[in-house]
C-alpha cells in the first residue's frame, strides 16, 4: 500500500508537524505552559475518600484537560476542524466545573442530567428501524440492563443548559485563581 494511502497517518504528514511549530513558535510556548501548570494543578488534587464532590470535580478536570491536549496533538497535525470539536466538547466540561465551582449543590443536578442523557438514549434506541440495529436495540432490552434507565425519573440538566447555570464566570475564575493555582502560578527562582 503506497504512503498516499494511509491519509493523515502517513509519514509525509509528519512534516506537517515541524512545520506548525516552527510557524507558531509564541502559541506552543504558551500551550506548553499553560498545559505544565494545568496537570501540575490535577497532581496537586487532595481527594478525600467519600467526597463526590471533589471526585466529580477532579473526573471533570481530568476530562477537559485530556481533551485540550487532543486537540492540541490535532492542530499540530494541521486538523483544525477536528480540534474545534475536541475543544467544544472541552467547554462542556468546564461549564460544569465552572458551576459546581461557584455552586457546588449543583452536582447532584449535574449528575442527574447524565442519567437523563442515557434514559434519551434508551429511548432512541427503541424507535431505531433498520433491521440489524433492531436487534441490538431488542436484545439490549430484554437483557433487563436497560429498565433502570427507562424507570429513572431523572430530568436534569443537559450540557447546553449547563453553560447557564449561575456563576459560570466566576466559578471558573475561581477555580483557575484558587490558592493552588496562585502557587503554581508562581515562577520558579
Keep these: 500500500m503506497p504512503e498516499s494511502d494511509d491519509g493523515f497517518l502517513s509519514e509525509p504528514f509528519d512534516n506537517v508537524i515541524n512545520t506548525v511549530r516552527s510557524k507558531y513558535v509564541a502559541q506552543r510556548t504558551l500551550l506548553l505552559?499553560?498545559?505544565r501548570f494545568a496537570v501540575a494543578i490535577q497532581h496537586a488534587l487532595v481527594i478525600h475518600h467519600g467526597n463526590n464532590l471533589e471526585f466529580y470535580a477532579a473526573v471533570l478536570l481530568a476530562r477537559t484537560l485530556a481533551t485540550v491536549q487532543g486537540a492540541a496533538l490535532?492542530?499540530?497535525?494541521g486538523l483544525v476542524a477536528q480540534a474545534r470539536t475536541?475543544?467544544?466538547?472541552a467547554l462542556e466540561t468546564l461549564f460544569k466545573l465552572g458551576a459546581i465551582a461557584n455552586k457546588p449543590t449543583l452536582m447532584d443536578e449535574l449528575i442527574?442530567?447524565?442519567?437523563?442523557?442515557?434514559?434519551?438514549?434508551?429511548?432512541?434506541?427503541?424507535?431505531?428501524?433498520?433491521?440489524e440495529l433492531r436487534k441490538v436495540a431488542d436484545a439490549e432490552a430484554a437483557s433487563g440492563r436497560l429498565h433502570p434507565f427507562l424507570d429513572s425519573?431523572?430530568?436534569?440538566?443537559?450540557?447546553?443548559a449547563s453553560q447557564?447555570?449561575?456563576?459560570?464566570?466566576?466559578?471558573?475564575?475561581?477555580?483557575?485563581?484558587?490558592?493552588?493555582?496562585?502557587r503554581m502560578a508562581r515562577p520558579k527562582t
Aim: net charge positive; aromatic share 6%; with cysteine.
Design 33 to 35: 505552559r499553560t498545559n
Design 74 to 77: 490535532l492542530l499540530e497535525r
Design 86 to 89: 475536541l475543544l467544544r466538547m
Design 112 to 131: 442527574e442530567g447524565v442519567a437523563f442523557e442515557r434514559k434519551r438514549l434508551v429511548k432512541n434506541m427503541q424507535l431505531w428501524k433498520d433491521p
Design 153 to 160: 425519573p431523572a430530568s436534569g440538566v443537559t450540557t447546553f
Design 164 to 182: 447557564k447555570l449561575p456563576g459560570l464566570r466566576t466559578g471558573i475564575a475561581r477555580f483557575t485563581c484558587s490558592s493552588v493555582g496562585q
